[in-house]
């Protein structure tokens, strides 16, 4: 009872509104995040809370644009949380210090000048992406599992921009090595129990599983990282000829600047890290946009015409069936669409958590003491009516295609990639794959959804649709000369 008085007065957040089980323990959010609906509940808590919701006895939900910049802040030192432990990653390490290191020595590989240059990669992807489509699926109108489909295409693609190697998932159509069903296993455990990160060193670090581990009588590593070694293997030892801008070239690059700091340990999980992290949010990210499409066939058709008209004018180019990076910024619905899909659907659906410094700090006019878990969340921040306007919860691409100020106002809130010293390095690879495949999949395919039904979504840190399928067929090919004859 004592703990539990103490849990419910602690540092005086008794004042804050919140689920009342959440007052004395986590284990309301463990619930809230294991049921798989934490982005709904999380929403419905701000909407019925306002500003700041209490979620634990120590942790505390923002939706103030206000927060983004009180916490994500470039100038601000707020720790990151990483699921109850240190991960040594660019993505997971709570070292400030050591994230700042290690992301100044990558940083020039993953700058919009250098993503470009790893286009062609992406090229090679698309091409046979699109190739395979046509032979599976469209030839024979065979219903396509549309977000695996997606997932092995984005899985290719950040292997392809790193090694200069896909897995293999899009020619063998296959989950190579069970490496998409791990991923999903692993988020499943982690989301759940970071919420109460003791229960992690019960289950899983436990003395015997860790020894088990040790005498190799378990092998915790997974498909990807056998996939980087062997990668890695035969670039340090020269058997790997090819000649090729990739973020392995970079990364080697930058080790022989920094070669005590970066080692050899440090870039493979580094290169191991971008495969894990890069296929499941761009792959969401792009069924997103097809899935808002199906279910508006005015936006459907408006951005197919926009496509079309820019290719008959000669805007753009349509060369061998890929639209390039540089055409396709010359596509302002595009872009429309893939924003406001963020904005709808951004694929992190838990929160961004950090731990506020000893000393405390102001967030939104009030003291917050050290050692506080606060943060926001996309799906909340996406949705205020003061910013975006009443019409939240409808995709309306047009939200995109205002003028100056209201476009600065919504893209300050936009929180899709995280936010400050933080926000993901990979960003500009995941815009690289959505400009190029989205036209370019709608040039050549018409897609048609098997259910009017919206999609069930469910939680485990990423917002990932239980089910996606679509029947796809060809379009009927002309010359742009044609077009432009027939459009006269």
């Known amino acids: 009872m004592a703990t539990l008085a103490r849990n419910y007065f602690n540092k005086g957040f008794n004042k804050y509104p919140g689920p009342f089980l959440a007052r004395f323990t986590d284990a309301w959010r463990f619930e809230s995040v294991r049921s798989g609906k934490s982005h709904l509940n999380l929403q419905a808590l701000h ?12 942790s505390l939900s923002f939706s103030n644009p206000d927060a983004l910049k009180a916490i994500y802040g470039l100038n601000n030192r707020l720790t990151k949380i990483s699921k109850g432990y240190v991960l040594q990653s660019l ?27 790893y286009e062609p990669r992406v090229n090679d992807t698309v091409r046979i992406f699109l190739q395979r489509t046509e032979e599976l699926f469209a030839k024979s109108e065979k219903r396509c599992n549309f977000i695996h489909w997606l997932q092995y295409f984005a899985f290719d693609v950040i292997t392809e921009i790193t090694y200069s190697r896909r897995v293999g998932f899009v020619d063998r159509y296959e989950d190579v090595d069970g490496i ?32 088990l581990s040790k005498y190799g009588y378990i092998d915790n590593s997974s498909g990807t990282a056998r996939f980087s070694r062997a990668r890695m293997a035969e670039r340090l030892s020269g058997t790997y000829k090819k000649d ?10 930058a080790q022989k600047e920094n070669p005590d700091f970066f080692d050899d340990g440090r870039l493979l999980t580094m ?7 890069g296929s499941d949010t761009t792959a969401i990210s792009l069924a997103g946009v097809f899935y808002f499409l199906l279910r508006n066939p005015r936006c459907y058709q408006k951005l197919n015409q926009e496509i079309d008209d820019a290719i008959i004018t000669g805007l753009i180019s349509d060369a061998e069936g890929i639209i390039t990076w540089s055409d396709a910024q010359k596509l302002p619905y595009l872009h429309a669409c893939i ?32 050692g506080t878990v606060v943060g926001c969340n996309p799906w909340v921040m996406h949705r ?9 919860d409808t995709w309306r691409p047009e939200r995109w295609l205002v003028n100056a100020a209201d476009l600065r106002k919504m893209n300050e809130v936009m929180f899709q990639f995280g936010g400050g010293s933080r926000t993901c390095l990979g960003k500009h690879i995941a815009y ?27 939680t485990k840190w990423f917002v990932k649709p239980r089910e996606f399928d679509v029947v796809l067929t060809v379009k009927k090919s002309t010359s742009s000369k044609e077009r432009l004859q027939n459009s006269q």
């Open 432 to 458: 690289l794959e959505m400009y190029k495949l989205i036209p370019s999949f709608l040039r050549r395919f018409q897609i048609k959804a098997c259910s009017d039904e919206e999609w069930d979504l469910h």
């Open 339 to 370: 924003q406001e899909t963020f904005r709808m659907h951004p694929a992190i659906g838990m929160i961004l958590e950090r731990l506020v410094p000893p000393q405390g700090m102001e967030i939104c006019d009030q003291f917050i003491p050290g």
């Open 244 to 253: 090729s801008m990739d973020l392995l070239t970079m990364f080697l690059k």
């Open 271 to 277: 290169t191991t890290s971008i495969a894990l992290a």
């Open 47 to 58: 909407e019925r809370h306002g500003d700041i919701v209490r979620l634990g006895p120590n």
């Open 180 to 211: 998409i069903a791990w991923l999903d296993k692993i988020f499943d455990y982690q989301a759940p129990v970071g919420q109460m990160p003791w229960l992690d060193k019960l289950f899983v670090k436990n003395p015997i599983r860790t020894a």
């Open 91 to 117: 993505f997971g390490t709570q070292d400030q210090d050591y994230h700042m290191k290690l992301r100044r020595t990558v940083s020039n590989a993953f700058s919009m000048t250098s993503i470009v240059q």
């Open 384 to 392: 205020r009516r003061d910013v975006f306007g009443e019409d939240i």
